[in-house]
T-cell receptor, first 111, second 115 residues
Framework: DAKTTQPNSMESNEEEPVHLPCNHSTISGTDYIHWYRQLPSQGPEYVIHGLTSNVNNRMASLAIAEDRKSSTLILHRATLRDAAVYYCILSGNNAGNMLTFGGGTRLMVKP | EAGVAQSPRYKIIEKRQSVAFWCNPISGHATLYWYQQILGQGPKLLIQFQNNGVVDDSQLPKDRFSAERLKGVDSTLKIQPAKLEDSAVYLC?????????????FGDGTRLSIL
């Protein structure tokens, strides 16, 4: 199964941009990159996903490296409500249809 | 759009007792998933349904866990008998289809404590 590697934790200041990295060196050409986040006492929440091109939505941006071996989730202006565990997950022919959650990155936002 | 509904929100039972969790997915979503999340870990998939058929139950401990989705809408997950190690949050999720690029929408889960 294709796996991802993320830092255990990161810190950010409120209203500053946050770049959350993810390495996925064994990704195959048909694997999608998904990001979910989980706030305390809630279920995971879909953030964004992409295949090859960079993606933007109202929550975040996803920057995908040209070789697709890494990606970065970008929160443009962190707020206290963005404090959560962020999961980078692959799904596809190689990675499997199921979402396999790792430990994720715990993002702490300082006021 | 209403989200994924789960009940109960919390459940406390003694070991060897049985327990059931209920999930109502987003209307029109064909695919339904049950996950187990142990404290401090990411969710782990237990079973995936496509309509009322099982797609993947390879991680479901079938000696004590069972799940059904009889009419292709609501689903129940049962544990019988419960063990101490089953203490976890049980999450239900649904997606429009099982396609790789379809996001999954999660409920807030049922927190199970085994005494």
């Amino acid at each position: 199964d294709a796996k991802t590697t993320q830092p255990n934790s990161m810190e950010s200041n409120e209203e500053e941009p946050v770049h959350l990295p993810c390495n996925h060196s064994t990704i195959s050409g048909t694997d999608y990159i998904h990001w979910y986040r989980q706030l305390p006492s809630q279920g995971p929440e879909y953030v964004i996903h992409g295949l090859t091109s960079n993606v933007n939505n109202r929550m975040a941006s996803l920057a995908i490296a040209e070789d697709r071996k890494s990606s970065t989730l970008i929160l443009h202006r962190a707020t206290l409500r963005d404090a959560a565990v962020y999961y980078c997950i692959l799904s596809g022919n190689n990675a499997g249809n199921m979402l396999t959650f790792g430990g994720g990155t715990r993002l702490m936002v300082k006021p | 759009e209403a989200g994924v509904a789960q009940s109960p929100r919390y459940k406390i039972i003694e070991k060897r007792q049985s327990v059931a969790f209920w999930c109502n997915p987003i209307s029109g979503h064909a695919t339904l998933y049950w996950y187990q999340q142990i404290l401090g870990q990411g969710p782990k998939l237990l079973i995936q349904f496509q309509n009322n058929g099982v797609v993947d139950d390879s991680q479901l401990p079938k000696d004590r866990f069972s799940a059904e989705r009889l009419k292709g809408v609501d689903s129940t997950l049962k544990i019988q008998p419960a063990k101490l190690e089953d203490s976890a949050v049980y999450l239900c999720a649904s997606s429009l289809s099982g396609a790789y690029n379809q996001p999954q929408h999660f409920g807030d889960g049922t927190r199970l404590s085994i005494l």
